[in-house]
């Protein structure tokens, strides 16, 4: 049955036909301790799949449990393993507390080519867990994961505060690549290279296209 | 009453039923600038909501255009007090192309922070012609958060005094544990003329 207000259908068939906003959040996935925070279609409320064409994942404060170590993501591609070959690129900038010193630059070291393993997601590799206030924050753009004809592309900005001995640094990081892949992308996983995630909460969107 | 459509409940109660899927980017405020000399969102003034509502919030600014030529648009933070002057540390770098195909990309130390209580440059060297003005989007993330120094990136792009093309890359955190209760928007030098803030909350 139809709802009708004033000669506007406000509602049929059973969903809204008025706009409720194209931002739709998915799942949130809290850290406390944890190994890994994974993202799987179908499991636990979680979409991924056609059902949006474009999916976003939102950094809030993630913090590890180990020095000096990276926050990486990586992708499922069929089967249960995260291991996606992954093309990719990755450049960032820092900039020291004492001002003395700052680069922009890119970052052979966090990037990929043809590659299964994680994709770091801050290209200095070095947020610290012995500083209390230390974090990453930022966001993943992930395009049409259900492609079957399509690489998946993914885009990805975070900033972090990064320690080298005393010194503090802003580190900005920029990174994009493609899942070299034309299965569906049906999974996501966030990972330290090292240790646990001590906390942190990880929000899935999904931007509706119409 | 339940409103039921399709044999689906879609509102319930008096709010929409929790099975409808709902945008989680929400309007928060829109501020208007005329000959403005800064613009300034403070939690729990005129309708203002920046604390922890909201995982993070979203400025959007549009064609923000200044009254004086050749100034830079610029942001700055609330951490306590009434002042605007939280402690920065910043990156910025850009790429440039002018309309007599100049071109540039690369780091800009002279509108960088390090440990500052200075504005922050969002769009740089911004002309005051009839057609210039600068937009951005700058994301800020757990503003409310009395444990992690608060990280904001920044995207921006401008129409600059010397007919160009300015495309900014910006990122830091506000290096204070406390909470960041108000955002303030100015320019370097000058009234903002015209130009519009929208203030999103995103997620809660």
């Given amino acids: ?210 | 009453m339940t409103v039921i459509s399709n044999g689906t409940n879609l509102i319930n109660n008096g709010t929409l039923d929790s099975g409808v899927a709902t945008g989680k980017m929400t309007l928060i405020k829109t501020l208007t600038a005329s000959s403005s000399a800064t613009l300034s969102f403070v939690d729990g003034a005129s309708s203002v909501v920046l604390d922890g509502t909201y995982d993070s919030y979203v400025f959007k600014c549009i064609n923000i255009h200044p009254a004086t030529d050749n100034v830079s648009f610029q942001i700055n933070f609330r951490d306590g007090g009434t002042n605007y002057d939280a402690t920065k540390t910043t990156t910025f770098f850009r790429a440039f192309h002018t309309e007599a195909d100049a071109t540039g990309f690369g780091y800009a130390t002279a509108v960088d922070l390090a440990q500052s209580t200075s504005s922050q440059t969002i769009n740089w060297n911004l002309g005051n012609g009839n057609d210039e003005s600068g937009c951005s989007t700058i994301q800020l993330f757990n503003p409310s958060s009395t444990t992690f120094v608060k990280h904001f990136i920044v995207r921006s792009t401008d129409y600059g005094e010397d007919n160009s093309i300015g495309d900014r890359f910006i990122a830091g955190y506000c290096n204070v544990t406390t909470a960041i209760d108000g955002v303030q928007f100015s320019f370097s030098s000058g009234n903002i003329d015209s130009g519009v803030i929208k203030l999103y909350g995103i997620g809660g």
């Fill in chain 1, 1 to 210: 049955m139809a709802i009708i207000s004033n000669a506007v259908t406000m509602a049929d068939a059973g969903a809204f036909s008025v706009g409720l906003g194209s931002k739709v959040l998915i799942k949130t996935l809290t850290a406390s301790t944890s190994g890994t925070l994974n993202f799987v279609h179908g499991a636990s409320g979680v979409v991924l799949d056609s059902t949006y064409p474009i999916y976003k994942f939102e950094f809030i404060n993630m913090h590890p449990a180990t020095n000096s170590v990276g926050f990486t993501v990586n992708f499922r591609d069929g089967g249960t393993a995260y291991d996606a070959v992954k093309t990719t690129t990755s450049f960032g900038a820092y900039h020291s507390e004492s001002g003395s010193e700052s680069s922009l630059n890119y970052q052979t070291a966090t990037d990929l080519v043809q590659s299964t393993a994680n994709q770091t997601l801050n290209f200095y590799n070095t947020v610290n867990a012995n500083e209390a206030d230390s974090s990453i924050s930022g966001s993943l753009t992930l395009f049409n994961p259900s492609s079957t004809v399509f690489v998946k592309h993914f885009m990805s900005n975070v900033n972090s505060m990064h320690q080298d001995g005393t010194s503090r640094y802003s580190v900005p990081s920029y990174i994009a690549g493609y899942n070299n892949v034309t299965a569906a992308i049906d999974g996501v996983q966030f990972a330290m290279t090292s240790g646990n995630i001590d906390s942190g909460k990880i929000k899935l969107y999904g931007i509706k296209d119409s």
